[in-house]
């Protein structure tokens, strides 16, 4: 199982991005995709989830109205669109898979995890 993100970089606030996440070696359909973010000093934190069995997603109310997460079944791959991006916003973000049809919160319960993406949000 691989998880690969792509799609972070440097932007000046208000502006937007798009996260890219790459799946292989598992059966996309039967997994829960989440997107997590840890700034430095800080905590993991969840940011938004997506169960590609069915499409439901969840996001966290900091990123709410700003960021969308969708799946493309047929490329495996899944993506965080983030719009008025925020200084706030700025941290290392990590997509995690594990098999379920539902959404799971947490990152224990997360079993495979990409290497990271740089944001960066510059005020």
């Known amino acids: 199982v691989q998880l690969v993100e792509s799609g972070g970089g440097t932007v000046q606030a208000g502006g937007s991005l798009r996260l890219t996440c790459a799946a292989s070696g598992f059966t996309f359909d039967e997994y829960t995709i989440g997107w997590f973010r840890q700034a430095p000093g800080k905590e993991r934190e969840g940011v938004s989830y997506?169960?590609?069995?069915?499409?439901?997603?969840y996001y966290a109310d900091s990123v709410k109205g700003r960021f969308t997460i969708s799946s493309d079944k047929y490329a495996d791959t899944v993506y965080l669109q983030m719009n008025n991006l925020k200084p706030e916003d700025t941290a290392v973000y990590y997509c995690a898979g594990t098999y379920a049809t539902y959404i799971i919160k947490v990152p224990s319960g997360y079993n495979y995890w990409g290497q990271g993406t740089q944001v960066t949000v510059s005020s």
């Open positions: 997506i169960s590609t069995s069915d499409g439901n997603t």
